[in-house]
Nanobody
């Protein structure tokens, strides 16, 4: 069993910042790939940022220069620092983790950016 718990979402004005956290627990015995996705109302879920077990990072073009993904391997936690937020960043943000070839998802955390 693997559990992912996200936190840090909320309401922020445009131009503001938020930091999301996702803590993984359960049967995890090695460094795992993790990532952040988001889903806005009426839209498909889309990749925001990912980080591999080796630390390779990939960002969606729409967040480059504004968002930063990082991880704490000891805590099995991935973070998403979001700066210069825009109203179009409003969505439910989900983290995922690949454990034993199975992709696990968190429950999501709402991020709302007001104009």
């Amino acid at each position: 069993q693997v559990q992912l718990v996200e936190s840090g979402g909320g309401l922020v004005q445009a131009g503001g910042s938020l930091r999301l956290s996702c803590a993984a627990s359960g049967n995890i015995f090695s460094i795992i790939p993790m990532g952040w996705y988001r889903q806005a109302p009426g839209k498909q879920r889309e990749m925001v940022a990912t980080i591999t077990s080796g630390g390779t990072i990939n960002y969606a073009d729409f967040v480059k220069g504004r968002f930063t993904i990082s991880r704490d391997n000891a805590k099995i936690t991935v973070y998403l620092q979001m700066n210069s937020l825009k109203p179009e960043d409003t969505a439910v943000y989900y983290c995922n983790a690949l454990v034993a070839n199975w992709l696990h998802w968190g429950q999501g955390t709402q991020v709302t950016v007001s104009s």
